[in-house]
């Protein structure tokens, strides 16, 4: 790789142990990628947060570089932690998660990253634009950036991610370069969607047909026929792709590198799909609930204030059951929003729990009580389930049906 006068003095200690040890990481990762150079990037999204996910690993890896003074070079936020920061004793946490969880977060805010907590850092105004590179981890977030919004990331895991806020920089390869971004699979899109559950059954639909494929960066979909989808369904549908391997998608007309799709001829992909109603119909066959789950989430990724409303439109007038709980996943920045018209407390007369901070995946159930959970989203049926993770059987449903069996 070639580096810079600066990059080599960094690499070589000059900057201190932290950089150096950052810049080290990058290089040898950029080099089992075959990469030329580092690139400056705007801003890093930072996963590893929740001590459920990174234990007593992650608490040595920030004391470290903080005991060594590293400091972000960019705005840098934060992914979900394990827990409400203001309300984890009403969530069944205990003490010893609660303190390490607190000791991970104190350790991002003293080298300066804005511990947003949240799988959805656009909502606090980490906007991005066409073409500008950026270093994002979390699979929904960086499918976001890169389909959304046309922005540059690969899929950074927890190490690269801190190595670039610390450093400014990232590796030059993937999806940083235009060619790595051209579709390589079609999908016809004939389904009726008509709600965020519906664009996450599709991800699954199109993440399962399409992920045995060899493609170096992961399939990127085409999709032909989805009329008028909200941002919100979008991030729904990012989601579901990531879980299977998929960081960028195009929606014909609708999503912004036009001219990486436009003039390509139908041999260009390798293979094709058509998503009917029917099949959407099945899929959600396949997660039929039990009617005794105990608990349902919502907000994976966190809910925005649009998603927020359908609840309050949803809900109006009715009561989650005694014995239930419905669980709605959010972030600072939406509930602020929903607060300050008064939504929230409506929602919690309710009997609705609002969290932040947290997500559905990386917060602890307690199984004695929960023995299987019900929610909307694909990504978080994958993740709660995974035996690695909260291990319980998870099943998905329309928001409107998840009101229907968890309200009185
Ligand atoms: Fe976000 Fe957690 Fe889902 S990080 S995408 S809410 S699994």
Redesign the pocket.
């Known amino acids: 790789m070639h580096l810079t006068r600066e990059e080599e003095s960094a690499l070589n200690g000059e900057s201190g142990i932290a950089i150096q040890t950052a810049m080290g990481l990058l290089i040898d990762v950029g080099e089992f990628y075959d990469a030329d150079r580092l690139i400056p990037i705007e801003s890093t999204h930072i996963s590893g947060v929740s001590y459920l996910t990174g234990g007593d690993g992650l608490v040595d890896i920030l004391d470290f570089f903080v005991e060594k003074g590293a400091r972000t070079k960019v705005y840098s936020t934060l992914?979900?932690s394990g827990m409400d920061r203001d309300n984890w004793k009403n969530h069944f946490i205990d003490l010893n998660f609660a303190t390490k969880q607190f000791r991970i977060l104190r350790n991002f805010e003293a080298m300066g990253v804005s511990t947003t907590c949240s799988?959805t850092p656009y909502d606090f105004g980490h906007i991005l634009t066409k073409g500008q590179h950026v270093a994002w981890a979390?699979s929904?977030a960086i499918t976001f950036a890169n389909s959304f919004f046309g922005a540059r990331t690969n899929k950074e895991d927890s190490l690269t991610v801190l190595s670039a806020s610390i450093t400014g920089k990232t590796i030059n390869y993937g999806f940083h370069l235009s060619e790595n971004r051209i579709p390589n699979v079609l999908v016809n899109n004939e389904s009726n969607l008509k709600e965020y559950a519906d664009y996450s059954i599709l991800g699954e639909i199109v993440g399962k047909e399409f992920n045995h494929l060899p493609f170096k960066f992961g399939a990127i979909p085409l999709f032909k026929g989805i009329k008028s989808p909200r941002p919100f369904e979008m991030k729904g549908l990012g989601?579901a792709l990531a879980s299977f391997g998929t960081h960028l998608f195009h929606i014909e007309n609708i999503t912004p590198e036009i001219e990486l799709y436009n003039n390509l001829k139908h041999s260009d992909f390798q293979e094709e799909i058509t998503v009917t109603d029917d099949m959407i119909e099945e899929m959600y066959e396949n997660f039929k609930p039990p009617v005794d789950s105990q608990i349902a989430v919502i907000?994976?990724?966190?809910a925005s204030y649009e998603e927020i409303l359908e609840v309050v439109e949803l809900t109006k007038g009715k009561k989650v059951l005694p014995n239930k709980e419905f669980w709605l996943?959010t972030n600072r920045a939406q509930r602020a929003l929903a607060e300050s018209s008064n939504i929230i407390e409506e929602l919690q007369e309710r009997g609705i729990k609002i969290l932040v901070d947290t997500?559905?995946?990386?917060t602890p159930y307690d199984k004695s009580r929960f023995s299987s959970v019900l929610t909307n989203?694909v990504?978080?049926q994958h993740?709660i389930s995974a035996p690695s993770l909260n291990n319980i059987p998870t099943y998905i449903l329309p928001i409107r049906r998840i009101v229907e069996v968890m309200f009185e």
């Open positions: 992914n979900p799988c979390e929904s989601a907000g994976c990724p966190n996943f997500c559905p995946e990386v989203s990504k978080a993740y």
